[in-house]
């Protein structure tokens, strides 16, 4: 398995109304240096029906900027469709972090 079918293979895990964030991926995935890789994998994402790369944030909760599926705004309302809560572009990860059984 290379290292973006490993990364997608993490994100496919991230339960609905969860968010995970691009360090927890790649540690999760094998190399916690990983976290650029795990953005611009994400950005190319090749399934996004079924790889919900939307449900990755950054370490504050941040969604991102340039998200490659509709930017910011369709990366939010995803995000609410799926019952997190965001706001001013942040989510509480407190609240809605996945937390995986083998972190």
């Not at 398995?1 to 994100?11: A, G, L, P």
């Not at 999760?28 to 190319?44: D, F, I, P, T």
């Not at 944030?57 to 997190?84: H, K, P, T």
């Amino acid at each position: 398995m290379n290292t973006f079918e490993k990364i997608y293979s993490v994100v496919k895990r991230i339960p609905k109304g969860k968010v995970a964030t691009y360090g927890q991926i790649a540690l999760l995935a094998g190399n916690v240096h990983w976290s650029r890789v795990v953005g611009y994998a994400l950005h190319v994402n090749p399934d996004p029906e079924n790889i919900p790369c939307f449900r990755v944030v950054n370490r504050n909760g941040e969604v991102s900027s340039a998200f490659a599926f509709g930017g910011e705004n369709m990366q939010i309302s995803l995000l609410q469709a799926d019952g997190v809560e965001v706001k001013n572009g942040k989510v509480d990860l407190e609240k809605y972090r996945w937390r995986a059984e083998n972190e």
